[in-house]
């Protein structure tokens, strides 16, 4: 069966901290795709990020960048010098080569503070 | 460059109305076409997804129902709304299965 966990519910930071969203995923699959989407408060899912389970590099775009472990079966997102705007709900994602659902997790929502 | 479409933005109807949420592709051709449903502090759960038009493949036994009945369009419909219908409906296009998922604006829906 496949899962996503993230554990976070909320975190709370002030404006330029850094702050790490973690994402826990389960699949008996070896090929599988993992993905990251921010919805902010005006409801709509922006996707972030998709990642095969054979590209473990890890990725920066900008002030974000994910943290791929297959060891760990973890999928990280970071984001430095946070902002205002980045105060959304984030969710993990996981489709599995076997499968054609997409496996959300339950969501952190973050907030930053000014 | 693609655009999906969701109307009505927000929708308040009365238990026992009928329901029909409309959603639209532009610039792709025979997408994957997904409609989701997120409850208030909840996830994301898969309703419907169809590979093609008239192709409808449904992920939840509920009192809703979907069609395709053109290749960029995908509508949700209910006969009889349940107050269990509330909530964060979003449509979503992908190339094929297993690609990204890209959703649009969603509908808010409030059955009263």
């Known amino acids: 069966a496949q899962k996503v966990t993230q554990a976070q519910t909320e975190i709370s930071v002030v404006e330029k901290e850094d702050v790490t969203l973690d994402c826990v995923y389960e699949?008996?699959?070896?090929?599988?795709?993992l993905f990251w989407y921010k919805q902010p408060p005006s409801g709509e899912l922006v996707f972030l990020i998709r990642?095969?389970?054979?590209?473990?590099q890890n990725e920066i775009s900008g002030r974000y960048s994910w943290n791929f472990q297959k060891s760990t079966s973890s999928f990280n997102f970071t984001i430095t010098a946070s902002q205002v705007v980045d105060s959304a709900v984030y969710f993990c994602?996981?489709?599995?080569?076997?499968?054609?659902?997409?496996?959300f997790g339950t969501g952190t929502r973050l907030q930053v503070f000014p | 460059s693609q655009t999906i479409h969701q109307w009505p933005a927000t929708l308040v109807q009365p238990v026992g109305s009928p329901l029909s949420l409309e959603c639209t592709v532009e610039g792709t051709s025979n997408p994957n076409l997904y409609w989701y449903r997120q409850a208030a502090g909840r996830g994301l759960q898969l309703l419907f997804y169809?590979?093609?038009?008239?192709?409808i493949s449904s992920e939840v036994p509920q009192n809703l129902s979907a069609s395709r009945p053109q290749d960029r369009q995908f509508i949700l419909s209910s006969k009889k709304l349940l107050l269990s219908d509330s909530g964060f409906y979003l449509c979503?296009?992908?190339?094929?299965?297993?690609?990204?998922?890209?959703f649009g604006p969603g509908t808010r829906l409030l059955v009263l």
């Open positions: 979503a296009w992908s190339v094929r299965e297993k690609e990204t998922q890209y």
């Open positions: 994602a996981l489709i599995s080569y076997n499968t054609d659902k997409l496996i």
């Open positions: 699949t008996r699959d070896t090929t599988y795709y």
């Open positions: 169809s590979v093609g038009i008239g192709q």
């Open positions: 990642r095969n389970s054979f590209d473990e």
